[in-house]
């Protein structure tokens, strides 16, 4: 079960796991929120992807084995289609400009999903959230909104998303992460199920996932390596602080 933050990614290596081992990868990819809420209802997965937080959640109630492997730190950006020219989005009044003037708003479900529960608080903070509700298609999750994105391919329409999911996505381009006063990082980690039907050939995709073999293409696709323990904590502690705001039980797309 995998977020799809890391959806590309893991498809990307079912066929070298696949020569490696002999064994098959099937995946389930959604939001955050919905996976943890899946795996606590029962079910069945040897590997789950999913936010750090969350996985140390489920590793404090027995619920995972205690090793996991860190994929990285993942931003949360903009996006807009091939051939739109890329805003200005450097400061807040920049971003709060090319919001207003976009023909439509492309994001993950802002129930679910941390990175879009996060841009809906900042179209708040701007002052804007009203002023673009009408123009804002949200969907399950942010695969599907920078598919969507893609489709409507008008000039100025812009989607918010996770950089990995932007960067997998054809048709549209990252136009770039959100200004430093609303930045947003969380980092992704994997672990096995204690109840895994399979825990060494879990364990095996997780040391591939995570693994110095496979760290340039984490990097290329926009898995950023995971800063010094300081920096780690305060992004845990963003990550908390956004999760008590809105009342989300989620974490990441």
């Known amino acids: 079960m ?7 990614l893991v498809r990307a290596l079912q066929g ?17 929120g919905q996976l943890r809420d899946s795996f606590l209802a029962g079910a069945a997965c ?20 205690d090793s996991e492997g860190v994929l990285g730190r993942v931003r949360t950006a903009l996006a807009t289609p091939d051939d739109s020219p890329r805003p200005d989005i450097s400061s807040p009044e920049a971003l709060k400009a090319a919001l207003l003037a976009a023909p439509a708003l492309y994001c993950a479900d802002m129930q679910r999903c941390t990175s879009s529960v996060h841009f809906g608080a900042v179209l708040r903070e701007l002052g804007i ?12 999750n942010g695969n599907d909104a920078m598919r969507e994105l893609a489709a409507d391919g008008r000039p100025g329409a812009i989607g918010c998303a996770q950089t990995t999911q932007i960067r997998y996505s ?37 040391d591939l996932l995570t693994g110095a073999r496979t760290r340039v293409m984490r990097t290329q696709v926009g898995f950023e390596a995971v800063p010094a323990p ?19 039980r989620s974490g990441g797309g």
């Open 170 to 206: 054809p048709g549209i381009n990252l136009a770039g992460s959100l200004p430093p006063q609303f930045e947003l990082a969380m980092v992704y980690s994997a672990a096995v199920n204690a109840r895994a039907a399979q825990p060494d050939k879990a364990q095996r995709f997780i």
């Open 46 to 65: 040897d590997v789950l992807i999913v936010t750090a937080p969350v996985v140390g959640e489920l590793q404090a109630d027995g619920r995972l084995a």
């Open 2 to 8: 995998c977020a799809t933050a890391a959806l590309g």
């Open 16 to 32: 070298v796991f696949l020569e490696f081992t002999g064994a098959r990868i099937h995946g389930s990819f959604g939001a955050v």
């Open 129 to 140: 959230f009203d002023l673009v509700k009408p123009r804002l298609r949200c969907l399950p």
């Open 230 to 248: 300081q920096g780690a904590m305060g992004e845990c502690r963003q990550m908390a602080d956004l999760g008590t705001a809105n009342g989300a």
